[in-house]
């Protein structure tokens, strides 16, 4: 596909379970961002790639949380023990990250996740 | 640090209106850049315009503008002859060039079309 696609739609889950939630990015863009947002509210920065690496993990809410890239390409953001807290939608977006450019993100369609 | 700031949580126009969504943002820096998200409830984030802070000019997408006030960190959205399908959340964002992640949001306005 042409956009950013994220898996699952949905996920819920119980309290205390471990969720991956999956980000496929534009091809060929060599940035991806991961953010969280919870209901009614702006958008919060989670962690950025650039390539395989992480440079800023800074927006990590706890050390639960956890985001993996490989072949530069697919992510996955990894919570464990999920709490109720948890529950927003986690929305994953990407860029070209080319010199002097807008490096305008593109967004996927988002993860709802619903901790019990 | 910086932040942006829209001020009006919820917008209502009629149909075949014009409307405009405000937006403010702090920041030290000379150079960056501003965009306009629109968030239908398929939760898709869809990029609705976006402007250069080097740019005098204002941009203009179709339907949609803004009004780049540098001086006065002002960056609004207006709406011109409102759609149903422009009901949505809109977010206002600024980024700095070349920063890891400087991609700051605003909190959204909720625009409602009145047929």
């Known amino acids: 596909g042409a956009g950013v696609s994220q898996s699952p739609s949905n996920k819920v889950t119980e309290k205390g379970k471990d969720v991956e939630l999956r980000c496929d990015p534009i091809s060929g863009h060599t940035a991806l961002y991961w953010y969280r947002q919870s209901l009614g509210q702006g958008l919060e920065f989670l962690i950025y790639f650039q390539g395989n690496s992480a440079p800023d993990k800074s927006g990590l809410p706890s050390d639960r949380f956890s985001a993996e890239r490989t072949g530069g390409s697919v992510s996955t953001l990894t919570i464990q023990r999920t709490q109720q807290e948890d529950s927003a939608v986690y929305l994953c977006?990407?860029?070209?990250?080319?010199?002097?450019?807008?490096?305008?993100?593109?967004f996927g369609p988002g993860t709802r996740l619903t901790v019990l | 640090a910086q932040t942006v700031t829209q001020s009006q949580p919820e917008m209502s126009v009629q149909e075949a209106e014009t409307v405009t969504l405000s937006c403010t943002y702090d920041?030290?820096?000379?150079?960056?850049?501003l965009f306009w998200y629109k968030q239908p409830p398929s939760r898709q984030m869809i990029l609705v315009i976006r402007?250069?802070?080097?740019?005098?000019q204002n941009a203009t997408e179709n339907r949609f503008s803004v009004n780049f006030q540098k001086a006065a960190k002002s960056f609004s959205l207006k709406i011109s002859d409102s759609q149903l399908g422009d009901a949505a959340m809109y977010f206002c964002?600024?980024?700095?060039?070349?920063?890891?992640?400087?991609?700051?949001f605003g909190a959204g306005t909720r625009l409602t079309v009145k047929p």
């Open positions: 402007q250069e802070a080097y740019k005098q």
């Open positions: 964002a600024y980024r700095v060039p070349y920063n890891n992640n400087d991609m700051r």
């Open positions: 977006a990407s860029s070209q990250r080319v010199a002097r450019s807008t490096d305008t993100q593109y």
């Open positions: 920041t030290s820096e000379s150079d960056y850049y």
